[in-house]
């Protein structure tokens, strides 16, 4: 049988419309244990290549014959050695193509909803990763948040739409991936804007985002307004776009809320945080959508493959947000964090500017699942 290839576009798809797939998985326990392709319609066995290496008859029982068979390891080469003994086994499975690497860098854009005059509201959804950015378009001019460093699906997707590229902003200086926001600015003379508060040790020129600050896109002027809403960070910043849309960076996710301690400061910033929550967000609009730059688990996608939901539902349904002891909160957010995530240290000090680590070295920080969230 042929051994063929699955494109992480291709795996997208099947996560996305919750299509049958079976995944071997040939990483480490551990490796899998941390972190693993998730879908609401995939099973899975993890076994790893080594305990393989003498041969895959054992296995072949144990895999279906109702669903597409993929092969999964960390870079690929260990996935096509695996599908091709199980093709000698009369077992036809394809293999992850650049492996979980590839995996972690898919962007799939998805429509969020419609803007005034015309708009257009996307949400790039890294489905191995739970990052989350944004595209805003109005009348041939884009506004872009929160970019992840794979900049140039945000060039060629900006290009496809016949729009340029104006503004670029991160709601904070991120912790568990590399910013892709300079980047763009550059390559498009667009104006990266970064939290003033969150650029201590930064070594490049940004636009200070400070509360209140608004700038339009298109001929109509389409709004985005700036909120500061400290407490994942003490800069972070959340964005209300065209009136109608929240963008939460850090502080607000579907299911969670914000950690306040990936500089070391849980105890200082946790205020800051039930400050931004309780107050700020209680004083907004209820039919808001917000948009996260994160996602915890799969299960927060919507059934169109995006992450949102009305701010009023989550008031009713976010734990995080339904904690009226302040004491009790506290306890929550500081005595609760999971794991650090993989290199923050050095992912903050990339998105500073202060190293420059190459690409590969960059793919190899980001590797494994955000941890943003307070559990």
């Excluded at 803007?115 to 949400?123: A, W």
């Excluded at 378009?137 to 460093?149: H, L, N, Q």
């Excluded at 109509?220 to 307004?225: N, R």
């Excluded at 299960?299 to 009226?324: C, M, Q, R, T, Y």
């Amino acid at each position: 049988m042929t051994v063929t290839a699955m494109k992480a576009i291709e795996v997208a798809k099947k996560v996305v419309n919750n299509q049958p797939l079976f995944i071997l998985d040939v990483r480490n326990g551990d490796a899998f244990a941390d972190w693993k392709i998730e879908g609401g319609n995939i099973q899975y066995l993890n076994i790893p290549y080594f305990d393989l290496l003498d041969g895959v008859e054992e296995v072949v029982s144990e895999l279906p014959t109702d669903r597409d068979i993929l092969v999964v390891c960390a870079k690929e080469g260990s996935s096509v050695m695996v599908a091709e003994m199980l093709s000698e086994e009369g077992v036809s499975a394809a293999y992850l193509e650049g492996g979980m690497k590839a995996w972690s860098e898919h962007l799939e854009p998805v429509k969020v909803g419609d803007l005034s005059n015309g708009g257009e509201l996307y949400q790039f959804v890294r489905l191995g990763k739970g990052c989350l950015s944004y595209m805003a378009i109005s009348e041939g001019e884009a506004a872009v948040i929160d970019a992840t460093r794979m900049a140039t699906a945000f060039l060629e997707f900006a290009q496809e739409k016949g729009a340029t590229i104006k503004h670029v902003f991160d709601t904070h200086l991120h912790a568990d991936h590399i910013s892709g926001g300079r980047a763009i600015a550059e390559a498009t003379g667009a104006t990266y804007y970064l939290p003033a508060k969150d650029a201590e040790g930064v070594v490049f020129d940004y636009a200070a985002l400070e509360n209140g600050l608004e700038v339009a896109i298109g001929s109509s002027q389409l709004e985005i307004e700036a909120l500061y809403s400290p407490g994942h960070t003490i800069g972070s910043t959340s964005f209300i776009v065209d009136k109608k849309y929240l963008m939460t960076g850090d502080i607000l996710f579907i299911d969670s809320i914000g950690r306040p301690d990936l500089a070391g400061l849980a105890e200082d910033w946790v205020g800051d945080l039930r400050e931004s929550l309780y107050s700020r967000y209680q004083e907004l609009a209820d039919e808001l959508i917000v948009l996260p730059a994160h996602f915890m688990i799969i299960d927060e996608l919507n059934e169109d493959g995006s992450v949102a939901k009305k701010l009023s539902d989550l008031f009713k349904e976010n734990h995080g947000l339904n904690i009226a002891d302040e004491q009790e909160f506290r306890d929550m957010v500081t005595k609760n964090l999971p794991p650090q995530p993989n290199a923050y240290q050095d992912i903050r000090k990339t998105n500073m500017g202060q190293i420059t680590p190459d690409e590969e070295i960059q793919r190899e920080m980001e590797i494994g699942p955000n941890r943003c969230a307070v559990r």
